[in-house]
Nanobody, 128 residues
Framework: QVQLVESGGGLVQAGGSLRLSCVAS????????MGWFRQAPGKEREFVAA????????VFANSVKGRFTISRDNAKNTVYLQMNSLKPEDTAVYYC?????????????????????WGQGTQVTVSS
């Protein structure tokens, strides 16, 4: 089992920045690919960003490309989502997810159904 706890959400004005953190416990974090998803009211959960277990590969949704970055610190069992130039449409509950992606250190996972573990989410609200 892997437990994930997100933090760092809050209320920010458009154009501002936030950094989300997700701390993992329970298993060897460094073997797990990680991802961030979000869900706005009345909408389906959508992919935001993912990072391989080595940190050597990352991928972003087109809607956040160039504004968000994802990183990880395996020594701290933590993955981060740095969000810059925030827009009102970024308002959502943000979820951290983890899954064992095998031996490939560059493997990325972007489908929600392929993630085995999820956090409880953290609210991000961007005011206009």
């Amino acid at each position: 089992q892997v437990q994930l706890v997100e933090s760092g959400g809050g209320l920010v004005q458009a154009g501002g920045s936030l950094r989300l953190s997700c701390v993992a416990s329970g298993r060897t974090f460094s073997n797990y690919a990680m991802g961030w998803f979000r869900q706005a009211p009345g909408k389906e959960r959508e992919f935001v960003a993912a990072i391989s277990w080595s940190g050597g590969s990352t991928v972003f949704a087109n809607s956040v490309k160039g504004r968000f970055t994802i990183s990880r610190d395996n020594a701290k069992n933590t993955v981060y989502l740095q969000m810059n130039s925030l827009k009102p449409e970024d308002t959502a509950v943000y979820y951290c997810a983890a899954t064992n992606s095998g031996s490939n250190p560059f493997a990325l996972v972007i489908r929600a159904r392929e993630y085995a573990y999820w956090g409880q989410g953290t609210q991000v609200t961007v005011s206009s």
